[in-house]
């Protein structure tokens, strides 16, 4: 059997487009970080090396946090300095592939959520056809705006077309980035050569790739399973919904606590430490973090609910990623997602749906897009502070900070340690007298 | 045994008093409109035959709905084409009883909503004695501005008194539209000829029973059982009240599901796929209709919820009719009428009692009424949107299509298709820095 | 054994600091008054006499109250006319002492709320020990702003020293009034002494005790139990507590109705007439008082709810002290004062929490002082009423009968009387004409 690949984990990419949420490799989903999920995922398919390309930021945060995880993989993490592409990126791993005598490597990136069985049918390729490189080829039901494979003949593909526009499709299978490679010290050194002879645009990587296709045998790796890139704040919702679906059966810890007439329907996996109160219903899938507490007539379904959180009294939240320690009193949050450390007083709504029932949109870089989705709340950065009776129109942001004064109705993003606060006009008159005593 | 009288339903009033809700008529209560509830009622009592007296804007409406509802009667539909009086109205019977050779009649309004034995006394009355008209006498306790009965010797009725003012009332007896008159080709007769003779006021069907009252017996029906006309939209509760008094024990259908921590108690009908959540508490009297789901915690209460409708979690439903498809998420509606097909989003709240505890006033065609009724919320048309953290003061009405933005408070009407907002002014400043991480 | 002291109970302080809350030594706290449950105290302790030292203002009002208590202990009214001083008030019981020819007294105020067991320190100090007077001294562990007991030898005090600052302590133990004086002729003597010779300061008590120190002894009898001043509003809430930690054990009248999924756990004490509705959770220590009404869903916990009131449906009471006849409609209540017969409707929250996570701040005659109180709620008038949506920053107050308005962020006092209200900006425009009908 062949060398397993090496894998090569893209994670320096910017995060600019994510605000206010922070480094998305780290997002928690039920009690583990996204990068430990990736990688578990990884050696259970069979992998068991990889190299890490991290960014400045991020570097030490992954090193540290995968230090904690004790995972099955060994790995190293290199660091792209400049974002200036992924042929740059891949560059960085050069050292460490050369010291293995440039083994096959397996190219993902960390925030493409998949199932496994794309790794499972990328490695069974590998190690039974005789291709240069495997490409996945991601089936699509209509058109998206990616790098469509052009096929030819029993599977071979000769070209990526990026953005053909509808209509114009080469095949309904796109490129992601799950590419195993067995002649990897070709492919660096036609990327080298790239950026040495000051090739035009950042597409180095795929330009390469477009280079060795004429010269040898691509073959494509067809999948129409599960595919949540993690671009858009609001992607954490997909991804969430991802790993909720994962649960298949009840799971509730022996030292959670699950008082009286708490209801617990559906596949709901529930940590140590976690309280479900009376008249609570917690409707799967969900996910309920150790220590959380869900009070008192709560209902949540279809979320997940991090660590130490504190769902108060009657508070609502369905179709939502709550980070670890939020705190919500009396709230009504949906199809939304909270970072960590953040409290939403009593009385505080998102509100999901638009009185037009158009798609929600929301602000990202100085520029309003469609998010694609008909019911979106609100996206709120770590540590904010949300005051009583106040509300979030839908696809608003709240900044890492942010706070929201009570009786506020926010219609518009709110920066990182920005505060904003409504101010009411009001009278004071002498009272009728005839405030009623009874009945 | 006599002839059974034809009725004569009046349905051909104008509901501009009753605006914003539409063809008062054509209402649901439990599943079924009121002309249909009624035509059971009359047919239940032993009519068989009916003329309906519509108008051009509700012939069609009506014809479709009593079409679909295959009623135990028999019925024509005959136009009158402009408002001008019930003795027109009745003079547009006049072609289908001739074809029947002038049968009596029993002349009712389907908007008078009356016990089932009202209808037995009259038809009672009719069959025992031998008067040429009988009225029924609506026994009042205090003043009422209608037309008095005056009687004379064993019941027969001389003349019919409007207003008379407190005090001088000739009896206790009010004149409701429950008429048998035997003689029904000289009432058409002189109805007609006081049209014809240019009568300067439009009761020319009580000055023909005037002028017959003084040449035969009119013999008096008394009655003090429930009577509810339905004038302005807040007597849409008086009947809702009516019919749920009439459920007299509880019936829960078998395709009904109602979830393990949910209470029904008293006479509570709930029809087929209906869902009651857990927690969810229906207190009767209480009607909840086909398909309607009563969310977690949620509290419905002396209402009556349409087929379809979706109580969210930790409603509250009290007093107040809600039609068909009515969306009321985390909502408090008390003493409320809803039509049908409208959203009243989270933390809407119906306020239904004023400060000075006086009765609730509403605007009616321009002018501030009396309700007479101390608790009153929200009248909402078909088709509106509420925002989120609204609420209305007493009495006032929502137009049909009339939206309602986030967080406002609605202190007075609203048109048909006019949309409102509140636009709160805010301050943004830097975050106080403080914003709390834990406890 | 040595003649039982009289009582001599200071109860004419004035309440303007405890506003807008009213006369301090007759607030209910479990069904019974401050006074009340004073006396009985004292009486299971052993005294059988009391003089009572009134105000003009509460008189009459102490005198009913105690009337219809029917206490097992002998008292009488005096009062003093003007707040001249603790000094004055003790002269004002001279006629009555004089009588019983100057038995020993103890010296306590109605409005310090102490363990029953200081009381019976005192009197065995007394009993056992050959001291001309007592003086209870509070054990503290921080500096407090009070008057420090000057202690020498076997427990002698030597003098009181009033706010010597932190660090300058002559002991950890604070005078509180709980003293017990055996010659009563000489004290009284001493302080009439000094008003009539123009002492310049309103200190006469204490001068005349600091004059009897030098000649005869006064021991000290140290207490570390718990004691609660009532001084400011929110003090309310601590001998809430207090009295809520008395309650050792479930204690629910046969008379109260439990409606079936209603949850009742820890050490709750309900009477006579209450019902608590299914779905609701009384979390102890909490009392819930005659007739009142806990709704579907609603959560007390830590809370007394007096009798007559009514908590709406999935209302949250928390920390709080309700008096009688509060409803609470939909309400979140937290840590703050209702005195009685208020309304707060629906959807109406007390905000409890700065978002700067410092001390909440209240104003008290025109200043703004600290309440020591990281959670402060509202304290709320007699006869108040807040509209629908309405809400309160920590630490405010409302006056009694004032009215806040629907939709009304309070964050500054209202005046007894007061109405405030606030006013929307509003615009109204077409309809989008795309509300939703379904979904």
Redesign the interface.
């Known amino acids: 059997m062949a060398q397993t690949p090496v894998l090569v984990i893209l994670a320096g990419g910017a995060n600019t487009r994510f605000w206010p949420l922070r480094e998305k490799s780290l997002y928690h989903f039920m009690g583990e970080t996204l990068f430990e999920k990736q990688l578990k995922v990884y050696a259970a398919v069979g992998y068991h090396e990889a190299i890490i390309v991290a960014n400045p930021d991020n570097r030490d945060l992954i090193a540290q946090t995968l230090a904690e995880a004790h995972l099955p993989i060994a790995y190293d993490i290199v660091v792209q300095t400049q974002p200036i592409g992924m042929g740059n990126a891949l560059l960085q791993t050069r050292e460490k592939l050369a010291a293995k005598d440039y083994p096959p490597i397996y190219v993902c990136q960390v925030n493409d959520v998949v199932e496994s069985t794309l790794h499972q049918k990328m490695i069974e390729a590998y190690q039974t056809q005789s291709a240069r490189s495997y490409l996945a080829g991601y089936r699509v039901q209509k058109y998206f705006p990616g790098g469509y494979l052009s096929i030819q003949g029993d599977g071979q593909i000769v070209g990526i077309i990026e953005k053909p526009g509808a209509g114009n499709e080469p095949s309904d299978l796109v490129n992601i980035v799950a590419h195993i490679h067995t002649d990897t010290h070709t492919l660096l050194d036609k990327i080298q050569a790239l950026y040495d002879g000051g090739h035009p645009r950042d597409d180095h990587y795929e330009a390469a790739m477009a280079q060795m296709m004429e010269e040898t045998r691509f073959a494509c790796v067809s999948y129409d399973g599960a595919w949540h890139p993690i671009k858009y704040p609001w992607h954490v919702l997909d991804v969430t919904h991802f790993y909720l679906s994962q649960i298949k059966e009840q799971k509730i810890s022996p030292d959670a606590k699950i008082?009286?007439?708490a209801?617990i329907s559906g596949n709901v996996q529930i940590e140590a430490g976690a309280k479900v109160?009376?008249?609570a219903?917690i409707v799967g899938p969900a996910y309920i973090g150790a220590n959380a507490i869900i009070?008192?007539?709560a209902?949540v379904r279809e979320s997940m609910v991090g660590a130490g959180s504190i769902i108060?009294?009657?508070s609502?939240i369905a179709r939502s990623y709550l980070g670890r320690?939020i705190k919500a009193?009396?709230a009504?949050i949906?199809d939304s997602v909270f970072e960590e450390?953040i409290?939403f007083?009593?009385?505080c709504?998102t509100?999901n749906?638009r009185?037009?029932?158009?798609n929600v949109k929301s602000t990202v870089k100085g520029e309003r897009i469609d998010t694609g989705r008909e019911k979106l709340g609100v996206i709120v950065g770590a540590?904010?502070?949300i005051?009583?009776?106040s509300?979030t129109?839908p696809g608003v942001k709240i900044g890492t900070?942010?706070?929201v004064?009570?009786?506020?109705?926010l219609t518009s993003d709110?920066l990182d340690?920005?505060?904003?606060?409504?101010?009411?006009?009001?009278?004071?008159?002498?009272?009728?007298?005839?405030?009623?005593?009874?009945?």
Chains 1, 2, 3 share one sequence.
């Open positions: 008082y009286g007439n209801q109160f009376g008249g219903s009070g008192n007539g209902l108060g009294h009657v609502e320690n009193h009396r009504v949906l450390d409290n007083s009593a009385g709504i509100a749906w009185i037009d029932q158009g540590g904010a502070f005051g009583i009776q509300g129109m900070r942010g706070e004064g009570a009786f506020t109705n709110l340690d920005e505060r904003i606060y409504s101010v009411q006009e009001v009278r004071r008159v002498p009272a009728t007298g005839k405030a009623k005593k009874e009945g």
